[in-house]
């Protein structure tokens, strides 16, 4: 079953293409990486995926719904690229902020998004008293506490070290695993996710490639995703 389908999707911003043409099937359960130089339309990608914005041309679907009907019934867990630094500042707990933004949330619901990043302790405390790390645990924890089959994530590891994001990976590949959650992760770091993902999307306005990352990985398709560089971001050894 597809849990997520672009069809024939063009979205333009004074009639200049951000994307074009674009055709995806992504199976339920994927666990999706998607790269491509800045302004190659990965951040908007993922907003047409959740409705905020609608295409000019084509049409997405999530399990066969448009993103506005599907959301009426079901959630899809979203974080966004750049968290506002006010909210660290902001007196607000962990607890508050996994609770916050929903009209209600189950008490095992809540109980499980903490388990599942390993945050149980730091339920009392607040954002400005955490590492980085911690941080962008409780947002990913209050991205699943809806316990949504989708869950889109525009570059988590981002500012955050080298253990910490080694932890989150490991975490994101047992919701996969275990929960079969639908996983897009928007990412610059191409080495990692050629061994976390299932799937690589070369995006560049255009489908690049999809598929396999060992199979695609290669410096045909990066000259392709990336052509101003002589020297190819991968680091897949």
Avoid at 52 to 80: F, M, T, W
Avoid at 102 to 114: P, V
Avoid at 137 to 156: G, Q, V
Avoid at 193 to 216: T, Y
Wanted: charged share 25%.
């Amino acid at each position: 079953m597809n849990a997520i389908t672009l069809s024939n999707v063009d979205y333009l911003i004074n009639h200049s293409f951000i994307l074009e043409d674009i055709n995806l099937e992504i199976n339920e359960g994927c666990y999706l990486g998607i790269i491509g130089p800045n302004g190659a339309g990965k951040t908007t990608l993922l907003r047409l995926i959740l409705g905020i914005i609608k295409p000019n041309r084509g049409q997405v679907l999530l399990y066969c719904q448009h993103p506005a009907d599907y959301l009426k019934k079901e959630s899809v867990g979203y974080l966004p690229q750049r968290i506002s630094q006010t909210i660290y500042e902001f007196p607000i707990t962990v607890e508050e902020l996994v609770r916050s933004g929903y009209d209600k949330i189950s008490k095992d619901n809540f109980e499980w998004a903490l388990d599942v990043f390993r945050i149980s302790q730091l339920r009392k405390k607040t954002m400005r008293e955490l590492s980085g790390g911690e941080r962008q645990k409780a947002f990913l924890a209050r991205a699943i506490a809806s316990k949504p089959r989708i869950l889109l994530l525009d570059e988590p590891t981002t500012g955050i070290d080298p253990n910490s994001r080694d932890e989150l990976l490991q975490i994101l590949e047992i919701l996969n695993r275990d929960f079969c959650i639908t996983i897009l992760t928007v990412t610059h770091d191409i080495g990692t996710f050629a061994h976390e993902a299932r799937c690589i999307l070369c995006l560049n306005r255009k489908v690049v490639c999809f598929g396999d990352p060992q199979k695609i990985l290669k410096d045909e398709y990066m000259g392709m995703l990336y052509p101003e560089h002589t020297v190819f971001p991968h680091n897949h050894a």
